[in-house]
């Protein structure tokens, strides 16, 4: 018997196919109705949208997804002044006019109507942040491109977009590639940036708390290798200072798919971006370290009628139907008296029409 045992102990050790981590529960929680900002690479937006499906306050990425480090800091110290963008920040290439501080879906055709979208989302981020309780930024790549000295973009004013030479740009905008210095971020010029755009935050908002993550996306253009290396400086850099700061987190997302994971199988056709098994493994362990009990039983609440919502029914006029839709906007009801904090009047109208 005791044989047996043992053997079934090495059986259960040897079929231990990876190695699971463990999130820690963060020292505060995020509560319903907290406001969080989020800005970053395109995985922010993965936790962004569940947070804004489950009715938190939410503005994620005012300027576009942005990767690098020198660029986010700079979106969030734009948001903190509340700067309004004029004509010489803009650029034009390819029929489109560009700012070289946002990603392209803010470039527009008329110069008029690229500003406008610009400042609209900037003014929503600056009055968002005076009053966010949290901030989610996603570090993606320490790779950047500096405007080249000698690129067209200053043999003709209209190219510069306000942005001299050796300025890191957010996006290059499908603009020829020699315009561009490529280079890899030191731990020091991240430390650098992220100080400063802290200290700006901090300022404005001094109850504000902000969880850092590395984005699990592999930037393979750059190289194996060089995304390794890439993703290593921001590691670095942010638990540096998280460390340092008690109003800092970290929560693992590169870890959770490159190394608790870790197989093609998580990744996308491409091999590059987490699919959608992946994204929600990580989304389970954010919620079990940042969403406080309350704000996970009013989630688990909310599920019901937000899966109703997406409910495509086989017979829309029947009378099963109908009593469903009465029930759901019912429901709805209910959970708006018992939370009013959450907003479900889009659901009502849905279920009520």
């Known amino acids: 018997m005791r044989l047996t045992r043992q053997l079934c102990t090495i059986f259960a050790v040897m079929m231990k196919f990876r190695s699971e981590l463990e999130v820690k529960p963060a020292a505060v929680s995020i509560r319903y109705p907290q406001s969080v900002f989020l800005a970053g690479s395109c995985f922010t937006e993965h936790i962004g949208n569940k947070l804004d499906s489950y009715r938190l306050p939410v503005l994620q990425n005012p300027h576009g997804i942005l990767f690098n480090p020198i660029s986010i800091c700079e979106m969030l110290i734009s948001c903190v002044e509340g700067r309004e963008f004029a004509s010489p920040d803009l650029f034009h290439y390819g029929g489109l006019w ?6 392209s879906r803010f ?20 009055a968002f942040l005076r009053r966010a309780d949290w901030v989610v930024l996603t570090l993606g790549s320490a790779w950047v ?23 890191v740009v957010a996006n290059c905008h499908k603009v ?22 802290l200290h700006r935050l901090f300022l404005l908002r001094p109850s504000l708390r902000v969880i850092f993550t590395v984005s699990p996306v592999r930037h393979l253009r750059e190289g ?15 638990h540096h200072l998280v460390g340092k700061f008690d109003r800092l987190d970290y929560f693992p997302a590169y870890e959770l798919v490159v190394d608790d994971l870790r197989d ?5 056709e491409d091999l590059v971006h987490p699919n959608y098994q992946a994204t929600g493994y990580v989304w389970e362990k954010f919620v079990g370290a940042y969403m406080d009990p309350e704000a996970r039983a009013v989630m688990l609440a909310l599920e019901g009628v937000l899966a109703a919502r997406r409910h495509k029914p086989f017979n829309p006029t029947g009378e099963e139907h109908r009593r469903f839709m009465a029930r759901m906007g019912a429901e709805a009801r ?4 018992k939370y009013p904090f959450l907003d479900l009047s889009e659901e009502i109208e849905y279920f009520t029409a």
Do not use: C
């Open 224 to 238: 194996m290798i060089e995304n390794n290396r890439s993703k290593a400086v921001l590691i670095q850099a942010v």
């Open 264 to 268: 093609y199988r998580f990744y996308a």
């Open 145 to 167: 491109y500096e405007l080249r000295a000698t690129s067209p973009a200053f043999a003709d004013g209209p190219l510069t977009g306000g942005y001299g030479p050796g300025r």
């Open 107 to 126: 470039s527009a055709v008329s110069s008029v109507d690229a500003l406008l979208a610009m400042n609209a989302s900037q003014a929503a981020a600056s």
């Open 334 to 337: 209910a959970l708006m008296a």
């Open 98 to 103: 560009s700012s070289w501080g946002h990603h």
């Open 176 to 197: 020829p590639a020699d315009w561009f210095i490529h280079r890899l971020l030191s731990v020091e010029e991240v430390l650098s940036a992220l100080d400063q755009a």
